[in-house]
């Protein structure tokens, strides 16, 4: 399989009720629970390109333009955006949609690098 269809079928989307247990006393995601989600997303989509054990290594630029509400749908989408020789960049986006309507917007975007290792924890080869 080439890099274009490895990249293609590596997509990872997740969808995710937002519920007051996971909000802050304004009532709108914690950022550190949204970047949770998004590593969780960036490592999914990394392993299913790889199919190789993965590390986090970095992330980088994390946007957080619009604020999530409690009572929110939240989709997150990972794609991968660039491949080196042992690491490869992520990007995921966070969505907002509300449950009774058809809007929906961007609200978070965020850059991960990831390195494959190997059974001694040390960088491997991205396309074994």
């Given amino acids: 399989m080439d890099i274009k269809q490895r990249i293609k079928q590596s997509e990872t989307r997740i969808f995710k009720a937002v519920f ?3 909000t802050n006393h304004y009532d709108t995601l914690f950022g550190g629970t949204a970047l949770s989600l998004m590593d969780e997303v ?3 989509t990394a ?3 790889s199919r190789q054990r993965i590390v986090t ?3 980088d630029k994390i946007d957080f333009t619009k604020s999530i509400p409690t009572g929110t749908i939240i989709e997150l989408v990972g794609y991968v955006t660039g491949v080196g020789t042992t690491s490869l960049k ?3 986006d966070i ?3 509300q449950m009774y309507s058809e809007h929906r917007e961007k609200a978070i975007s965020g850059q991960f690098t990831l390195v494959a290792i190997d059974q001694n924890k040390k960088p491997t ?3 074994n």
């Fill in 57 to 59: 290594v970095s992330s």
């Fill in 20 to 22: 007051p247990n996971t």
């Fill in 47 to 49: 392993t299913r390109f």
């Fill in 125 to 127: 080869n991205i396309l």
């Fill in 42 to 44: 960036a490592f999914i």
């Fill in 95 to 97: 969505f907002i949609e």
């Fill in 90 to 92: 992520v990007r995921v």
